[in-house]
Every structure is written in C-alpha cells, then in structure tokens.
C-alpha cells in the first residue's frame, strides 16, 4: 500500500540512496557488481522522479541531480565513503514543497521498495544525518523512522508535518540531537523517547502536543537542551526531571502544566535558562531553586505560585533575568536580592507582595528593566535605582509608596519608559525630573507632586505620553513644551 506520508516516503528514498552506495563495496563479485550498479541506475532514477514530483517552486535548487552518481556530485547528499553509502542528506532551507508519497508509487523493478520498507534494509542503513527543516513538506512521521537506526541528527523543523511522534523513534539507539519544532505534530510525547540514552538535544517546541510529560523523559540523562514549550502540555512536572544533571537549558513555557515545582528540579546544577512561565503551576517557589548557581535567566511569570520569595534565591550569583510576575506570591522582597548584582532585568509585579523594598536593592547597578507594579508595597523607592545610568524600564504602579521621587532618576538619560502612578509619591516636579533624550512616556498620575510644570519636557524629543493628573501642580503650562513634537497625549487634569 502506498504511504500517503511525507517521511515514510523518504524513508524509501534514504533506502534507495543506502542500497545505492552498496555496488561499490571491493568484495562484491563480477557478476553481483553488474547487478548492483542496475540497482544504482535505478535509484538514481527514483530521486529524480521524487525530485520531479515536489512543487515547481526552488526545484531549480536540485539541479545538479542528474545523472546516475548521486555520491559524486548531487547537491545536500554527502557519502564519506562508497561502502558506506550516503551518510549525510541536507536539504535545509531549499523551499521545497511537497509529500514524498509520490516515491512509493513508484516502480522500481527489483527493488523492494515499492510498498513498505524491509526491517532488515533499514538496519543496513549508515544514514548519520538526516535535515530537511525550513521547507513546506506535510504528512506525518510513519512509524517506519524507526529503522534508521544509524541516525544520531533529526532536524524536521519548521515544516507542516502533522500526526503524533511515532513510538518506533525511541528504536533510534544512536540518536543525538533530535528537532521536530514549529510543526504542527500533535498527541503525547511517547514513552519510548526514554530508550534514546544519547540524545543530548530534544527540541519539541511550538507544535499542538497534548498531555503530560512522561516521566521516562528522567532516563535520557545525557539530554543538555530539553526545549517543550508553546504545545497543549498538561499535568505536573515529573519529579524525573530532577535526573537531567547536565541540563543547561529547560524551556516548558506557554503550556497548561500544573502541580508544584519538584523540589529535585534544585538538582540541574548545570542550569543556564530555566523558563516556566504561562502555566497553571502552583504551590511556593522550592526553597532548593538556590542550588542552581550558574542561572542566566528564571522566567516563572503568569502561573498560580503562592508563598514568599525563598532567600535562597539570592545564592543565583550569576542571574541576569528575573520574571515571577502574574503570580499569588506574599511576603516581603527578600533582603538577598542584593546578592543578585548581575541583575538587568526584574519583574515582581501583579503579585500580593508587601513590606518596603531592601536596602539592597541598591546593588543593582546593572538593572536596565524594573517591575514592581500591582502589589502592596510600602516605604520609599530605593534611592540609587538609577546610580549607574543604565535604568530604561521602571514602572511601579498601583503600590503605596510614600517619600520623594529618587534622587538618582533626575540625572537618568537612559530612561525610556517610567510609570510611577498611583502611589503617594510627595515632591517638587520642577526639581525632581530633567531632560530626557529618550524618554518616550512617563506616568506620574495620581501621586502628591506639586510645584510648577518644567520647560525642560519640552527637550524630551521623543516623549509620546505625559501624564501628571490628580496631583497638586501649579502655575501654567510652560509655551516651550510646544517642542515635543511627538507628544500624542498630555493629561494634567486634576491639579
């Protein structure tokens, strides 16, 4: 029966390639050579009928495929050596459109290849690398891939390929690095993907899979790059992931995971990028996240996390970026932050955070983005938040923070986006704020400022927004504000 497939189909076109090396081999007699070298001519003729049957569309990408010796000089196809057969095929990017079904239907007199494809031919195969990503082929992945059993790199990314990830691929024993992202695949992870104890590399990312992540994921213990994220994943996560000691990148992100955070997850040591945002995930922050001390980036925004920020978290010496925003965490900032001094970005918001913000704070010299907006947080705004003319982002609304505007943020040029609205903010605005060359909106609304509006928002070139309402500015509207000739909006009602 023919597949109506894309990679079953290729999986015969690899075999043809495969038994098309085969002629060469110094052992073969007179006789069996004629008849191998038939085979050849006919393989040859199988890829240039598969080639004729894709779309018009970059087909001229294939036009060294002619002839009868694929291993000499056809284009994407690499042989190591004639015994071997072909071992490399990269067709990566051409912009290739088509199923590979069309090869199946095909006769191709003596070969075997004209229904299914034979076990024993698969495991002949010395096919190392096989990628065709960033083409338009569809169909779904047969359960035949499994009997490429030499492949150690998969790579059908960004692609239409459609249907479940067959069991048989866990049969792929030499397997190393394996990409089937930015499809649209679909049904559970397989089990069986836990047998692949060499895969370093699974990237599933941005397909339409559904239900949990299953727990054999524990036995791939050399995987250093684990990318689920942006599928319809489903349940905990598995406490087995706490065996992926060489871990450096976890991405789970955009899925409808839930339960905690699995204590064990403190043992991925080797951790670089952990990012877990936009689940359903709940319960506190495990306390052993400190453990993971070379963390570049922790994104644990938008899901259902309660309890306090664990002071552990200040052991991350080498965090660059903090997300835990969109959570139902409480408590106080923890004074341990201020270990975090190569911080650049830090969202806390739209959490039920309290208490005032530590002292060390101030450590953060590198912060370029600073979220603390929707929460409960009292006292004054940390002092030295702009002391290194690095701040770009600072927004901290809808909090009660009482005292001046920083003294740090006058001399702040660096300053794209300010948003102080919304608290109990005292101060003179003719004193507190300067000349901003990139400013592009500030919000100070709703706060207890007074004294009289500044020319100098008239040099803010790129200043879009400015709202100042619901204050206690006096005096007039200074003529030279004429000159922020990007001003959209300019609200100072209610002073």
Excluded at 274 to 298: A, H, M, V
Excluded at 311 to 331: D, K, P, R, T, W
Aim: with cysteine; charged share 10%.
């Amino acid at each position: 029966m023919a597949f109506k497939v894309l990679f079953c189909s290729l999986a015969l076109l690899l075999v043809s390639l495969l038994r098309f090396a085969t002629f060469a081999s110094c052992t073969t007699s007179p006789v069996t050579a004629t008849a191998e070298v038939g085979k050849a001519f006919k393989e040859a003729e199988a890829l240039l009928n598969w080639k004729a049957s894709l779309d018009n569309q970059n087909k001229s990408l294939l036009s060294s495929w002619v002839g009868d010796r694929p291993c000499i000089n056809w284009v994407g196809i690499t042989c190591d050596d004639l015994e071997l057969g072909v071992t490399r095929l990269n067709l990566s990017s051409f912009g290739l459109k088509g199923k590979m079904g069309n090869l199946s239907t095909m006769n191709l007199q003596n070969n075997e290849l004209s229904g299914s494809i034979p076990r024993e031919i698969g495991m002949m195969g010395k096919l190392y690398t096989l990628l065709l990503l960033n083409n338009n082929f569809s169909g779904s992945i047969p359960q035949e891939v499994g009997m490429m059993r030499s492949l150690n790199q998969l790579d059908l990314s960004n692609n239409s390929l459609i249907g479940p990830i067959p069991s048989s691929i866990g049969n792929l024993s030499e397997l190393q690095q394996l990409y089937l992202y930015s499809n649209s695949i679909s049904g559970s992870i397989p089990e069986e993907l836990g047998f692949l104890k060499h895969l370093w590399v699974l990237q599933l990312l941005d397909n339409s899979l559904t239900g949990p992540i299953p727990a054999s994921i524990g036995k791939m213990v050399e995987l250093s790059d684990l990318k689920l994220s942006s599928n319809n994943l489903f349940g905990p996560i598995p406490t087995m992931i706490g065996n992926l000691t060489k871990l450096t990148t976890l991405t789970l992100f955009s899925n409808e995971l839930s339960g905690s955070i699995p204590a064990s997850i403190g043992n991925l040591t080797s951790l670089s990028l952990l990012n877990l945002y936009e689940n359903q995930i709940s319960g506190p922050i495990p306390t052993t996240i400190g453990n993971l001390t070379k963390l570049i980036t922790l994104g644990l925004s938008d899901n259902k996390l309660s309890g306090s920020i664990p002071a552990s978290i200040g052991h991350l010496a080498a965090l660059s970026i903090l997300f835990v925003n969109g959570n139902q965490l409480s408590g106080s900032i923890p004074s341990t932050i201020g270990n975090l001094t190569m911080l650049t970005n830090l969202n806390l918001g739209m959490n039920n955070l309290s208490g005032s913000v530590p002292v060390g704070m101030n450590n953060l010299t590198r912060l370029t983005n600073l979220q603390l907006f929707d929460n409960n947080f009292v006292g004054q705004l940390p002092p030295q938040i702009c002391q290194s003319g690095t701040l770009v982002n600072f927004t901290a609304i809808n909090n009660h923070f009482i005292g001046p505007i920083p003294k740090s943020l006058k001399n702040c040029s660096s300053l794209v986006r300010v948003r102080l609205d919304g608290n109990h903010l005292t101060g003179n605005i003719a004193e507190d704020f300067d000349i901003y060359p990139n400013l592009n909106y500030i919000d100070l609304s709703s706060n207890n400022l007074y004294g009289v509006l500044s020319s100098k928002w008239g040099q803010c070139h790129n200043l879009t927004n400015l709202k100042i309402s619901n204050n206690k500015i006096s005096g007039s509207i200074p003529p030279e504000i004429g000159n922020a000739t990007m001003l959209g909006v300019l609200d100072l009602s209610s002073n």
